[in-house]
């Protein structure tokens, strides 16, 4: 089915991105609904193109999430709750309301490294199992590695990142020195910035994060007219590049800012610019 012909398919859909391609640029179409996950077609769409694209079927009511080629997982995570789909069986769902998260986890089991998923720490201490997988290959491969299990595990590490944004809680990966401190700071603004524009808050608006990674400061800014999205980096020399990270109304900045991709696309538009700058000054 075309994809255009597809977005006017009755619900409900989820429109995913495919996180296993390097350029960003697949998206798969599913229905979700009956108990069955159903694939109705697939597009590429350009980097600069991704926002509109993704505001006109936030329009329709089609919900945007993820998944990761290979494997048979996809979900989605917004201000409605978050649902991940094994196969066409909802494996883990629910609201940010209904549990305090104060970490979320990629687990591989110590006596097997074919079981493996993703888990998060309540509040009160306890440990909840949101998703998990058995695979019989590191049992039959000798020659099985860590490269392998890091391939095997990008999904779980993709879905807990993002997660971890969703709830604001640390991420950890038990087999790798992976941190989301960044998406996590980034976050926190992003949330601030969309309920000043939910409040109705007048004139320019200004929200800055302070140093993070390698910038001397970076911030969001919404200007006055309230139709763009800016994000400006100050670099260690004192200097300032902006870049445009949404166009549209004040509802579709606000969505933008709430979306759980949108930290790792900052932290990425940041360290773009610091690269094109040290390789501009060599």
């Not at 599913?30 to 590429?44: M, P, S, W």
């Not at 039959?140 to 809680?169: C, E, H, M």
């Amino acid at each position: 089915m075309a994809f255009d012909e597809a977005v006017a398919h009755a619900g409900p859909l989820v429109a995913a991105w495919d996180h296993e391609d390097n350029a960003g640029t697949r998206l798969c179409l599913f229905h979700v609904g009956d108990g069955r996950v159903t694939q109705l077609a697939e597009t590429r769409i350009d980097g600069e193109a991704r926002e509109d694209v993704v505001h006109r079927l936030v329009a329709r009511g089609i919900r945007i999430g993820g998944m990761y080629a290979g494997t048979v997982y996809l979900w989605v995570i917004d201000e409605a709750g978050y649902t991940v789909w094994e196969n066409h069986d909802v494996v883990a769902t629910g609201t940010r309301a209904a549990k305090a998260v104060t970490q979320v986890t990629l687990f591989v089991d110590v006596a097997d490294d074919g079981h493996r998923g993703v888990r998060v720490t309540l509040a009160d201490g306890h440990s909840e199992t949101l998703v998990e997988e058995s695979d019989p290959t590191p049992r039959l491969d000798p020659s099985y590695n860590d490269d392998d299990l890091f391939t095997d595990t990008r999904w779980a590490a993709i879905l807990g990142k993002q997660l971890s944004v969703w709830w604001l809680a640390p991420f950890v990966n038990e087999r790798r020195n992976e941190s989301n401190e960044l998406p996590l700071v980034v976050a926190r603004a992003a949330r601030a910035m969309a309920d000043q524009l939910d409040g109705g808050a007048g004139g320019e608006l200004l929200i800055s994060m302070g140093a993070v990674g390698r910038s001397a400061d970076l911030a969001f800014l919404v200007g006055a007219a309230r139709t763009t999205l800016d994000l400006r980096i100050t670099f260690q020399d004192g200097q300032t590049a902006a870049v445009t990270l949404d166009r549209g109304t004040r509802a579709q900045l606000s969505a933008f800012l709430r979306r759980v991709t949108t930290p790792f696309t900052v932290v990425r538009g940041m360290n773009d610019q610091i690269e094109r700058r040290k390789a501009g000054r060599a």
